[in-house]
Nanobody, 126 residues
Framework: QVQLEESGGGLVQAGNSLRLSCAAS??????????MGWFRQAPGNERELVAA????????TYADSVKGRFTISRDNAKSTRYLQMNSLKPEDTAAYFC?????????????????WGQGTQVTVSP
């Protein structure tokens, strides 16, 4: 089992930045070899993949709407992933969920993911 704990959400004005963190914990074996990412869901909208990375950072993917503004990074020593969000827009307002799966599944970074965090709210005011 893997537990994911998110932090870093909040209320910001458009144009500002936030950094989300996701710390993974659980069984020791393979805890560092996790593909991880972030999904988001706004009220009335479908859940969408924002960004994801393989466990070693060798491959990353971003939603078109966040390319050039958001960056996913990792700290394997801490089993933590970060989502740096710059130039935030009101349309980025959503609940953001950290996701994870053990590496080498053969599936694309778009999914599926077996482990989900509780979510953290990001609200961007105009």
């Amino acid at each position: 089992q893997v537990q994911l704990e998110e932090s870093g959400g909040g209320l910001v004005q458009a144009g500002n930045s936030l950094r989300l963190s996701c710390a993974a914990s659980g069984r020791a074996s393979g805890i560092y070899e996790l593909d991880m990412g972030w999904f988001r869901q706004a009220p009335g909208n479908e859940r969408e993949l924002v960004a994801a990375t393989t466990w070693n950072g060798g491959s990353r993917t971003y939603a078109d709407s966040v390319k050039g503004r958001f960056t996913i990074s990792r700290d394997n020593a801490k089993s933590t992933r970060y989502l740096q969000m710059n130039s935030l827009k009101p349309e980025d307002t959503a609940a953001y969920f950290c996701v994870a799966r053990y590496a080498y599944t053969g599936y694309p970074l778009a999914g599926p993911y077996g482990y989900w965090g509780q979510g953290t709210q990001v609200t961007v005011s105009p």
